[in-house]
């Protein structure tokens, strides 16, 4: 039954990037998780309940719908999470930094936080922290608020509603984590139908990509302490941040994912204002 839908989602020639990046894998999720079996399940086997799987076959074939969303479920670094199309669907590179950062942070910040995954990561991460997971968007941070409360944490993480950094005051942190909105304007117009089933807002990141990526940048320094990091996750867009701020001593440890340590140096080399408001959204972006 795999193969079978392997092949028929090969020659309907969908696109792939939310949760898996090939048609084999794509159809073993579909097959397993639509027959309630375990991803380590026997893949050979012949599997009853054809007609599920069959519905689930024809709305990703035909009307293009990602995995996740149909089954309200997505997998990241081993972890469980509900998603719906509040919130994008959870693929961000940062958690695989988590595990190499060479501190122990007491206080995070999970910017643009969406479904809440980053930020359970980071905790789960970092046991003796605490972390605040902002959003503005009231939708996106119910996803995460429903994810917090599977994974117990809902005494050490805090959902806060806010533009960035405007509603945290003069809260500081340790770590500062982040997969903000950034596929430029142009990329926005030519996404695959998948991508365009995820909110809007939390992709769109202006003309090159930087409109809240400039923002978090120039932002983060009055909110991390001495030593505090700063981990962006930017996609494609590393050529346009080392455009916009060539003195500042990024470490790109992906080639998706910079740090920046802001007390070891000076401040980065500052874009000119922007007049338009940014938007914080859900968690990758990649389109």
């Not at 309940?49 to 990602?66: M, T, Y």
């Not at 910040?109 to 359970?120: N, P, V």
């Not at 809240?212 to 940048?217: C, D, W």
Request: proline share 7%.
């Amino acid at each position: 039954m795999i193969l079978q839908t392997e092949r028929r989602l090969r020659a309907a020639r969908l696109h792939y990037g939310h949760g898996t990046d090939n048609a084999h894998d794509e159809a073993a999720w579909l097959v397993l998780r639509a027959l309630g079996l375990p991803f380590d399940a026997d893949l050979k086997a012949e599997a009853r309940h054809a007609d599920r799987v069959e519905r689930l076959i024809h709305r990703r074939i035909k009307e293009r719908v990602p995995l996740a969303y149909l089954f309200g479920e997505a997998w990241l670094d081993g972890l469980a999470f509900h998603v719906d199309r509040r919130v994008i669907i959870p693929r961000s590179h940062i958690p695989f930094v988590l595990k190499k950062l060479p501190v122990a942070p007491r206080r995070i910040l999970d910017l643009c936080t969406g479904s809440g995954c980053l930020a359970i990561l980071a905790a789960r991460a970092f046991p003796r922290a605490r972390v605040d997971a902002a959003d503005l968007s009231a939708p996106a941070l119910a996803v995460a608020r429903k994810n917090v409360s599977r994974h117990r944490l809902a005494r050490r993480i805090t959902l806060l509603k806010s533009d960035l950094f405007e509603a945290l005051g003069g809260a500081r942190y340790d770590l500062i984590v982040t997969n903000p909105p950034y596929v430029t304007t142009a990329s926005m117009r030519k996404l695959p139908p998948e991508y365009r089933y995820e909110p809007g807002i939390a992709l769109a990141g202006g003309r090159d990509g930087l409109e809240l990526v400039s923002r978090i940048i120039e932002e983060s320094p009055a909110h991390l302490d001495a030593g505090g990091l700063l981990v962006c996750e930017v996609g494609d867009g590393r050529k346009a941040v080392e455009r916009a701020y060539p003195r500042a001593p990024f470490a790109w440890v992906l080639p998706e994912v910079f740090i920046y340590e802001p007390s070891r140096t000076r401040a980065a080399s500052r874009r000119r204002p922007r007049r338009a408001r940014g938007r914080a959204a859900g968690s990758p972006r990649a389109a």
